[in-house]
């Protein structure tokens, strides 16, 4: 059974930072291409980076450029995402995904995996 847990979130002031991990078992690591995704109140869940099992070349979406970063252990079979400068735009549940694909680009759509999200709150 595949499992993708997610953990680190909670509540940080603006210009505060956190990092998220996910924890997966139950399947190969490096056969997917991880990713973080977000969804606010009302909006479609969107991806906030991805990276593939080489490492690289990874995306980021232009709101979280330079300002989010995102990296794999493929031993611990683990993906993190260290998020600095935060805003309360950034505001959302962050999910894990892994998308069995060899590129850098996840659609939410072509998901293979989910995790259960863990909530990301930005305090003005």
């Known amino acids: 059974q595949v499992q993708l847990v997610e953990s680190g979130g909670g509540l940080v002031q603006a210009g505060g930072s956190l990092r998220l991990s996910c924890a997966a078992s139950g399947l190969t690591f490096t056969a997917y291409t991880m990713g973080w995704f977000r969804q606010a109140p009302g909006k479609d869940r969107e991806i906030v980076a991805a990276i593939p099992w080489r490492r690289l070349p990874i995306y980021y979406a232009d709101s979280v450029k330079g300002r989010f970063a995102i990296s794999r252990d493929n031993a611990k079979n683990t993906v993190y995402l260290q998020m600095n400068s935060l805003k309360p735009e950034d505001t959302a549940v962050y999910y894990c995904?892994?998308?069995?694909?060899?590129?850098?680009?996840?659609?939410?759509?072509?998901?293979?995996?989910w995790g259960r999200g863990t909530q990301v709150t930005v305090s003005s």
């Open positions: 995904a892994a998308d069995r694909t060899s590129g850098n680009y996840i659609r939410a759509t072509a998901v293979d995996y």
